[in-house]
């Protein structure tokens, strides 16, 4: 499809301030979120006119169902963290937070392996290394650490990583989509784009990954219902050989580095060299801790 310039200007610019609008709305917004994507999953039975191939398939599910009831339901029960209703501790687990991580490293091993079948393999093993420097969420000294659920509003879920581990996620990414499907390339960019932006807009990296999981489902969730993004995005005509290639070459030669810096800084320290391992103080806690002050001055 011949789409010109100007359409690829003012449809990518346009889908990337809307994703950043929605992750706003949903941050701000955990019982209306949830109840969004609790209904998302009604849409289900549309899903089999879009989706072919494993891949498609194993992708919808492992986003859609987790966005939906677990970072829903964590958000929620957070949201009420004093009920002591059984069902809203049952999602303040410590299961909730391993889940997520390993949906997180379930949806980059289905692109590795997506990657090594389709022979891109520098990207592939760029996947390997995402997959191993995931830090896995646990506590120290009493505290979660890495991963968590905020006690504070709006209740985010946020991942302590790393701006590097952003970065390098985001160029694998991409270049995964257009080795395998370069015409939905446009589009993935803006998602991921979208999911980079946002964080450095609130000067706030440890929203990255909630930033990535709104703008990931959302656009999921489009294309399991209707391909609205070939006739507005087409980007079939940008496959190009010779820069999947290269592009994989410097991938390699950007994710490489950064194991050896990771691997030997978890040797020597015993944990991953992420720089802030905690979430700040909570607003609730401060405010005892003022309260306390004020009551002995």
């Known amino acids: ?64 169902i987790p966005t939906a009831l677990v970072v829903g339901g964590a958000r929620i029960a957070w949201l009420y963290h004093e009920n002591p209703h059984k069902v809203l501790q049952f999602f303040r687990g410590d299961w909730v937070l391993k889940v997520l991580y390993a949906v997180l490293f379930l949806n980059i ?10 022979g891109n393999y520098f990207n592939g093993i760029c996947g390997i290394i995402l997959c191993l420097t995931i830090p896995f969420p646990r506590y120290k000294n009493g505290k979660r650490v890495y991963w968590l659920i905020g006690k504070d509003k709006p209740n985010d879920l946020l991942f302590y990583s790393t701006a590097s581990w952003n970065f390098l996620y985001t160029t694998w990414n991409l270049l995964f989509v257009f080795g395998e499907n370069p015409a939905y390339f446009a589009s993935s960019f803006c998602i991921l784009m979208a999911a980079e932006l946002y964080p450095l807009i609130k000067g706030r990296p440890e929203l990255y990954i909630i930033s990535r999981v709104y703008t990931l489902a959302f656009h999921i969730l489009i294309r399991a219902n209707s391909d609205i993004f070939t006739p507005l995005m087409d980007s079939s005509s940008w496959a190009n050989d010779n820069v999947l290639y290269y592009w994989g070459v410097i991938n390699l030669a950007l994710h490489i580095p950064f194991a050896i810096w990771y ?35």
């Open 109 to 118: 091993a289905e692109a590795t392996l997506k990657d090594l079948v389709t």
């Open 1 to 64: 499809m011949d789409i010109p310039v100007w359409q690829y200007f003012v449809t990518m610019t346009g889908y990337i301030v809307l994703l950043l609008v929605l992750v706003e709305g949903m941050r701000r917004t955990p019982r209306l979120t949830a109840a969004f994507w609790l209904l998302s999953l009604l849409t289900a039975p549309l899903w089999a006119d879009q989706l072919d191939g494993w891949f498609r398939w194993a992708k919808t599910v492992s986003v859609l």
């Open 263 to 297: 691997f030997s800084k978890q040797r020597k320290n015993g944990e991953p060299p992420f720089g802030e391992k905690s979430p700040p103080p909570l607003k609730a806690d401060l405010q005892i801790a003022q309260d306390k002050k004020l009551a002995t001055a």
